[in-house]
């Protein structure tokens, strides 16, 4: 049962129509005193929230009914109805615990798709226990995931997340560092949804200039501008009935954050130079590296579209947090090498696998992408060792020194610190003695002192 709560009679004529005619039992109510005797008599799956429903406008009354439904139906979804003036009410509604929330005028099959996505949603977080510790054999068996490599338990919880989420049309942010595969996990939300034989329109806005953002985004009519002698259609239009992922979204400037919630508000855009709306079915996937939250508190990023992109987020581990994955990544990479470079031989030995498990690799896959093909090209033999890597291993790949690795001031000695240090050279340059010493920039003479100093094995015939 769907419950819809409005005092106006032509909008409650309106919804319960719509709703009826799309398969859903309906039940009305105009206000809290009703709201309550409808949910003494049985508990709705979904509640459809006008956030002013009295004479006062305002949406205090909504806030409260909102506030009070939340505490009596904690997992029941509640989709608000705004006008587009009220914006940051429905804001207070969204951190009141509200799923989504629809501006005045709505667009029917909008509002429609919104109600079925909660309940969707609401069946998945009911199930969510079983997904979130399946193995990643089980993940491959329900869902598409091709090119993501990884075992990780942090991984195969966004990957059982995307999983439950991928059927909805549900927004889903995703964030992470730099090359953590933010637009492999984008493209497999696309590839396990309703959507998937529909496009999938990839958009850098970090990349788009806030002078071009209308026309690459919503497109021109010929005349726009100067040089608009054509018309031109934009990534929206393109991504109609598919999906569209906007990536770097925390580079938007603020007026283009503004064009960016009206289109996903009211899925309607015009063209530059046109006075024609025009609407859009898209289910929009977001990522970014920054820190969205830290950026709404400084005003940087606009807290309603914050709401808007984010009713899924999941995050990415970086490559550090999950080392036991990197052979696995390298494996993967030399796989599609050997056919790229007809190359049939080619692997990477056992020890070198290991030995990469302990590169600081701050640009995380993409990073270690970058150094696996770049051995493969510049090593004349098959069968790449680690002294294939460190010979083509760029300076730049050093572990830089910041005062974030150093430990707190008196918490150890200094023979501590380079006893530690000299432990982690051995095991990141596999017991070579001549390479640690480099690597610590002393002779192999000092480094053997200091070797029996702290009593470490090592190699002697090295």
């Known amino acids: 049962m769907l419950l819809l709560i409005d005092d106006d009679i032509a909008i409650q004529t309106s919804l319960s129509l719509l709703f009826r005619k799309e398969g ?6 105009d206000g809290p005193f009703e709201t309550r005797d409808v949910l003494a008599e049985e508990t709705p799956e979904a509640i459809v929230l006008d956030m002013n429903f009295s004479v006062d406008t305002s949406g205090d009354d909504g806030l409260r009914l909102l506030r009070y439904l939340r505490e009596h139906l904690p997992t029941v979804p509640v989709i608000l109805l705004t006008g587009w003036g009220s914006i940051d009410l429905a804001v207070q509604g969204m951190k009141a615990g509200a799923s989504d929330f629809i501006t005045k005028p709505w667009q029917n099959e909008h509002l429609v798709q919104s109600v079925r996505t909660a309940l969707k949603l609401s069946a998945a977080a009911r199930q969510s226990g079983e997904p979130a510790s399946a193995s990643r054999r089980q993940l491959d068996e329900q869902f598409q995931l091709d090119n993501i490599v990884g075992e990780d338990p942090r991984l195969l919880d966004v990957l059982a997340t995307i999983g ?3 059927s909805t049309d549900a927004p889903v942010l995703i964030t992470g560092e730099s090359g953590t595969g933010k637009e492999l996990i984008a493209e497999a939300v696309h590839q396990n949804s309703r959507r998937k034989r529909q496009p999938f329109v990839k958009v850098n806005l970090g990349g788009i200039s806030s002078t071009l953002f209308e026309s690459e985004l919503f497109g021109h009519v010929r005349g726009a501008f100067t040089d608009a002698k ?5 990534r929206f239009e393109l991504a109609s009935k598919g999906s569209i992922f906007l990536d770097e979204i925390g580079d938007l400037d603020p007026a283009s954050q503004v064009k960016l919630l009206r289109v996903l508000q009211d899925r309607t855009f015009e063209p530059l130079g046109s006075s024609k709306s025009r609407t859009v079915d898209v289910r929009v ?5 920054r820190n969205l939250e830290e ?3 400084k005003g940087e990023f606009r807290e309603d579209l914050y709401y808007r992109i984010n009713l899924i987020t999941v995050r990415l581990p970086a490559l550090r947090e999950r080392p036991a994955d990197i052979p696995r990544l390298v494996d993967f990479f030399v796989d599609n090498l050997k056919t790229l470079y007809n190359r049939p031989n080619l692997q990477v030995d056992k020890s070198a696998r290991q030995w990469l498990k302990n590169l600081t690799l701050p640009g995380n896959i993409r990073q270690l992408k970058n150094i696996v093909e770049r051995t493969v090209l510049l090593s004349g033999t098959d069968i790449l060792t680690i002294d294939d890597f460190e010979k083509h291993l760029p300076t730049t790949h050093a572990a830089p020194v910041t005062h974030a690795f150093l430990p707190p001031v008196g918490s150890m000695t200094l023979d501590e610190m380079e006893r530690q240090m000299i432990e982690r050279a051995m095991t990141f340059h596999n017991n070579r003695v001549a390479n640690v010493a480099r690597a610590l920039g002393i002779t192999r003479f000092a480094l053997y002192r200091r070797l029996e100093k702290y009593g470490l094995n090592y190699d002697s015939s090295d």
């Not at 054509?230 to 934009?234: E, L, N």
């Not at 996937?285 to 590296?289: H, V």
């Open 164 to 166: 439950r989420v991928a």
């Open 295 to 297: 950026m709404v508190a």
């Open 230 to 234: 054509t018309d031109r259609v934009g």
């Open 24 to 29: 859903f039992a309906v039940r009305m109510a």
């Open 285 to 289: 996937i977001c990522a970014t590296n």
